[in-house]
């Protein structure tokens, strides 16, 4: 009898409008790939917890943030840890799909991110800025961020991170499978986050990168590492998103999109194998 295919669930929200990016289009051009290699299904995160028992792997794509459902979402990372369902990319990541404490650790470690506090008495820790920018622990998507001059900091309250506002030259994000490199892309436009064109990462920058992905230790899972071009010439962290990463696929020309789903692919396989072969 021929082998199995494995079964995945797709969590992704077609509908969530985000701006200057249409998500759904990417999640309907990777399916349509996908269902070459398994037997698949789409769902909307609010449904997710209720319908994943019935597959053999869960794959959260483009599913929005997490603000929008909170509950719903704890309650599915709840009944997935409980069951062991497997889930891609895995629970067990340590940045933005756990928050945005990471950044106060990695700053804490002295990493080369954006300094960042969460405290009044910190922030002399901070290097002097006119601007600085505030923005929720629990933030995504630029949801909540604010610019505030120095002088107001003083009446900052609630659950926040502060950061000084860094005059970057461009942003850059290299985008990761497992702890492969598949491509970067940037910004040349400050101004325009998502006007986004290949970008030659170079050794130093993969260095810079690889360091984060070494950090989270995932194992398996798309993971795109966002930095800044400081005024100094070197990259800082801007974000580590492991939860559900948009990818700008139709940013990259054809070959560049093809040996992505190529490596998505081959990690989801070895990842769904696993169950199926402890079934």
Same mark, same amino acid.
């Given at each position: 009898?021929?082998?199995?295919?494995?079964?995945?669930?797709?969590?992704?929200?077609?509908?969530?409008?985000?701006? &200057?990016r249409r998500y759904c289009d990417e999640d309907v051009h990777?399916?349509?790939? %996908? *269902?070459?290699?398994?037997?698949?299904?789409?769902?909307?995160?609010?449904?997710?917890?209720?319908?994943?028992?019935?597959?053999?792997?869960? !794959?959260?794509? #483009?599913?929005?943030?997490v603000l929008g459902y909170q509950h719903a979402y704890d309650?599915? *990372?709840?009944?997935?840890?409980?069951?062991?369902?497997?889930?891609? #990319?895995?629970?067990?990541?340590? +940045?933005?799909?756990? @928050?945005?404490?990471?950044?106060? =650790? $990695?700053? +804490?470690?002295?990493?080369?991110?954006?300094?960042?506090?969460?405290?009044?008495?910190?922030?002399?820790? %901070?290097?002097?800025? /006119?601007?600085?920018?505030?923005?929720?622990?629990?933030?995504?998507?630029?949801?909540? $961020?604010?610019?505030?001059?120095? @002088?107001?900091?003083?009446?900052?309250? &609630?659950?926040?991170?502060?950061?000084?506002? !860094?005059?970057?030259?461009y942003e850059v994000s290299f985008y990761f499978v497992d702890? =492969?490199?598949?491509?970067?892309?940037?910004?040349?436009?400050?101004?325009?986050?998502?006007?986004?064109?290949?970008?030659?990462?170079?050794?130093?920058? %993969? /260095?810079?990168?690889?360091?984060?992905?070494?950090? #989270?230790?995932? @194992?398996?899972?798309?993971?795109?590492?966002?930095?800044?071009?400081?005024?100094?010439?070197?990259?800082? $962290?801007?974000?580590?998103?492991?939860? #559900?990463?948009? %990818?700008?696929?139709?940013?990259?020309?054809?070959?560049?999109? =093809?040996?992505?789903?190529?490596?998505?692919?081959?990690?989801?396989?070895?990842?769904?194998?696993?169950?199926?072969?402890?079934?």
């Amino acid at each position: 009898m021929p082998a199995a295919r494995p079964r995945l669930l797709y969590v992704t929200d077609l509908a969530y409008q985000a701006r &200057g990016r249409r998500y759904c289009d990417e999640d309907v051009h990777l399916t349509s790939r %996908l *269902r070459e290699r398994f037997d698949l299904a789409l769902c909307h995160p609010l449904d997710a917890a209720a319908l994943m028992d019935g597959f053999d792997a869960v !794959v959260v794509r #483009n599913s929005g943030p997490v603000l929008g459902y909170q509950h719903a979402y704890d309650a599915f *990372r709840a009944r997935a840890l409980a069951t062991g369902a497997r889930v891609y #990319n895995p629970l067990t990541g340590k +940045a933005d799909m756990a @928050g945005k404490q990471y950044l106060l =650790d $990695l700053t +804490a470690a002295g990493f080369p991110v954006i300094p960042t506090v969460d405290r009044a008495e910190d922030l002399p820790l %901070l290097p002097p800025a /006119e601007r600085y920018v505030v923005k929720p622990k629990l933030g995504a998507d630029s949801l909540g $961020l604010r610019i505030v001059p120095a @002088g107001r900091l003083g009446a900052l309250a &609630g659950d926040v991170l502060v950061q000084p506002c !860094v005059d970057f030259a461009y942003e850059v994000s290299f985008y990761f499978v497992d702890d =492969d490199f598949q491509y970067a892309l940037y910004a040349p436009d400050p101004a325009r986050r998502w006007e986004l064109r290949p970008y030659p990462a170079t050794a130093a920058d %993969l /260095e810079f990168a690889r360091r984060f992905i070494d950090w #989270n230790d995932l @194992g398996y899972g798309i993971q795109r590492v966002d930095a800044c071009r400081a005024p100094d010439g070197g990259l800082l $962290l801007v974000e580590l998103e492991d939860l #559900n990463p948009y %990818l700008s696929l139709d940013a990259l020309p054809e070959e560049a999109v =093809d040996a992505f789903v190529a490596a998505f692919t081959a990690s989801l396989s070895r990842f769904a194998q696993e169950t199926l072969s402890t079934a």
